[in-house]
Nanobody, 115 residues
Framework: QVQLVESGGGLVQAGGSLRLSCAAS????????MGWYRQAPGKQRELVAL???????NYADSAKGRFTISRDNAKNTVYLQKNSLKPEDTAVYYC?????????WGQGTQVTVSS
């Protein structure tokens, strides 16, 4: 079992920045990848960024050049630095941890970007 605690969401103006954090506890040794998804109202949940144990990163096209995912293995924490935010980035952002067998999800944190 893996428990996830997210933080860092909030309200920001367009062009601003936010950093999301997600701290994992539990079966840490089983984690293969960590990342972030988001879900905007009326839309399906979509991948934002993912980072594997070897440091490989995968970004959605909408995130490339603006968002940076990083990971502190000593703290079992994944971060998402979001710059140049746009109103269309407004969504609930969910942390995900993949163990190779199961996916674990955080409770979600709201990010609202005002124009």
């Amino acid at each position: 079992q893996v428990q996830l605690v997210e933080s860092g969401g909030g309200l920001v103006q367009a062009g601003g920045s936010l950093r999301l954090s997600c701290a994992a506890s539990g079966l840490i040794f089983s984690i293969k990848a960590m990342g972030w998804y988001r879900q905007a109202p009326g839309k399906q949940r979509e991948l934002v960024a993912l980072i594997t144990n070897d440091g490989s990163r995968n970004y959605a096209d909408s995130a490339k050049g603006r968002f940076t995912i990083s990971r502190d293995n000593a703290k079992n924490t994944v971060y998402l630095q979001k710059n140049s935010l746009k109103p269309e980035d407004t969504a609930v952002y969910y942390c995900i941890v993949n163990t190779g067998v199961l996916d674990y999800w955080g409770q979600g944190t709201q990010v609202t970007v005002s124009s």
